[in-house]
């Protein structure tokens, strides 16, 4: 479990990207899930997130960033 309070800062200007659902079960909220990497050189994974970056960039709650990349999915 990653707990991101730990980071001491206010939760709507945090985001993480992970691959297990249970990781982020604090503050799935603030989570962005990607598939697991297994080697296979045509992943692109992280490179797909970037659609996601480009949201959080516009957006002063990462709550609401988060939002909108899975409503544009």
């Known amino acids: 479990?990653?707990?991101l309070d730990i980071l001491g800062r206010?939760?709507?200007q945090v985001a993480i990207i992970d691959n297990s659902?249970?990781?982020v079960g604090?503050?799935?909220?603030n989570a962005i899930?990607?598939?697991d990497f297994v080697g296979d050189l045509s992943d692109r994974?992280?490179?797909?997130v970037v659609e996601f970056l480009d949201i959080l960039e516009g957006e002063e709650d990462?709550?609401?960033a988060i939002s909108r990349y899975y409503q544009s999915l």
């Open 26 to 29: 604090f503050q799935l909220q």
């Open 21 to 23: 659902v249970e990781a």
């Open 33 to 35: 899930l990607i598939d």
């Open 45 to 48: 994974g992280l490179l797909d």
């Open 62 to 64: 990462s709550k609401n």
């Open 1 to 3: 479990m990653k707990d």
């Open 10 to 12: 206010h939760l709507d």
